[in-house]
């Protein structure tokens, strides 16, 4: 069986945390390890499995392999999209890319919380057994309320196994539907978990979106690839059919087959729902960071860097980041959406990026600004090293707060360290990197007409950036 992660989402529910580029997969948002981290790490102890197939965004590729390499996990690949097509193209790359048409994959979105890891185990074993009989097998969450915001998988009468035939999957329905399937007991929620194998589904694809399965097929023969990276070729992968899996393939199959499973499953799409697996005090807020909750009840609060006080308030959503605060009610957080819409209409960072912002070779956080200069904090991780390039409007000017820095300046070659500093004036080609044992810490004041990220010209990148 190969685990495959798909990590495709964007988690605009979750803002201000979540951004376009650091999405909630990527965040500590339950326990001290990652979305993705706690993904595959509950898998340790299901027998036979393979090394995992991860599919992410193109902007999100060092992240996630940064992540997987924390926990000890080396990927057979790491397929990247250059646009996101939902998941039955995702699906598709990484059953072409599976050694065998027989191997099962296991379909496993990188965001969602699962309690009882002995349940889900045991469930994916059933699941295994029924994807060798060439069925297409999704995990159907034993209802526990009335949900509207997922979608219903109706099971058959007669048994599979430990399993059931699929009678029909349902669109999100209203509150008195929902209520009917649960009392009916016929229904499950969509989980959004699969496990066939590779070359039953793309043989189920081929038959009702044979378009899809050609692009895919053509763009994953056209990639390339680099360091653990399999890069989809962009101009044929977005000619590709966008759909889900569910429309592309299983509600039109009849091969399709649900576990039930009931394991503490929560898909964390909102506040709320972070809410319900957070733990709380005894007035039933959830709290992270330096909160101080005076008469509050039931809300969510959470502090990254600067306390945060909330006086005689219940049912609340209180976030608050280096760049942000987002206060809602906890029965609107749906409508968090909108606020990141209104963002990207207005064209502002804060929709993609937060203040601290990752790169390969470490992170900055940009710690001060103006129409003329901007500050930041630099962390080089030892042994790295940042591209060979130039600026067109912008000068800088570089002090060394920790460790030590080999900077390359216009074919000289500089060594600086902790108190010392040098200045990259506009135009100058330049690079910089850390050759020590220790996090390389700078202090970094660009000057200029213009100080957009984008005005970078790469001569040589040890990334894949040029």
């Known amino acids: 069986m190969i685990p495959v992660i798909l990590s495709g989402g964007s988690g605009t529910r979750l803002w201000p945390l979540s951004r376009g580029q650091y999405p909630k997969q990527f965040l500590p948002l339950v326990s001290g390890k990652t979305m993705i981290q706690e993904t595959l790490l509950r898998l340790n102890g299901v027998a036979d499995l393979q090394p995992p197939i991860a599919v992410c ?22 397929i ?108 499950f929620w969509n989980s959004g978990m699969f496990a066939f194998k590779a070359g039953c ?24 690839t680099d360091f653990d990276f399999t890069r989809l070729d962009k101009a044929i992968f977005s000619s590709c059919p966008a759909d889900s899996i ?3 393939v299983m509600e039109k199959t009849d091969k399709a087959a649900v576990i039930p499973m009931n394991a503490g499953w929560n898909d964390v799409g909102s506040w709320s729902a972070l809410w319900d697996v957070t733990g ?36 609340l959503v209180v976030v608050e980041t280096d760049d942000a605060v987002m206060v809602a009610a906890k029965d609107k957080v749906q409508d968090v959406k909108l606020v990141v819409d209104q963002l990207k209409a207005l064209k502002r960072d804060e929709a993609q990026v937060h203040r601290k912002v990752y790169r ?27 591209s060979l390039q130039k600026h067109h409007h912008r000068a800088e000017h570089w002090v060394v707060v920790k460790g030590t820095a080999w900077v390359h300046k216009d074919g000289q070659e500089v060594m600086v360290t902790e108190n010392e500093s040098i200045y990259i004036p506009v135009g100058a080609m330049h690079s910089l990197e850390n050759p020590g044992v220790i996090p390389l810490e700078m202090v970094e004041v660009q000057s200029g007409s213009y100080l957009g990220e984008d005005d970078i010209v790469r001569y040589q990148d040890n990334y894949g950036r040029v």
């Open 80 to 187: 990247l999209e250059p646009v996101g097509k939902n998941t039955a193209p995702a699906v598709a790359m990484a059953a072409l890319s599976a050694s065998s048409e027989d191997d099962v994959l296991l379909i496993l979105p990188a965001d969602h919380v699962i309690a009882d890891t002995v349940v889900f185990h045991e469930a994916i074993r059933h699941a295994a057994e029924l994807a060798q009989q060439d069925l297409l097998v999704t995990f159907g969450i034993v209802a526990t309320a009335p949900e509207t915001g997922y979608g219903y998988i109706k099971a058959a009468d007669s048994a599979i196994g430990q399993g059931f035939k699929v009678a029909a999957f349902v669109e999100k329905p209203d509150v008195e539907t929902a209520q009917r399937y649960i009392d009916s007991g016929d229904y």
């Open 280 to 315: 709380k005090d005894q007035a039933g807020n959830a709290i992270k960071g330096d909160v101080l909750a005076i008469d509050t009840v039931n809300s969510y609060i959470h502090s990254s860097s600067k306390l945060v006080a909330v006086v005689g308030v219940e049912n």
């Open 360 to 386: 390969p070779w470490g992170h900055y956080d940009l710690v001060d600004s103006g129409d003329r200069h901007h500050t930041k904090r630099i962390v080089v991780k030892p042994g790295a090293k940042l």
């Open 246 to 248: 569910d429309y592309a």
């Open 57 to 78: 965004n193109e902007d999100h590729r060092f992240m996630m392999a940064e992540q997987l390499r924390e926990i000890g996990i080396r990927p057979s690949a790491i």
């Open 201 to 224: 589904f793309l043989r189920e694809l081929e038959k009702f979106n044979p378009q899809m399965l050609a692009s895919c097929r053509q763009a994953l023969a056209a990639a390339k």
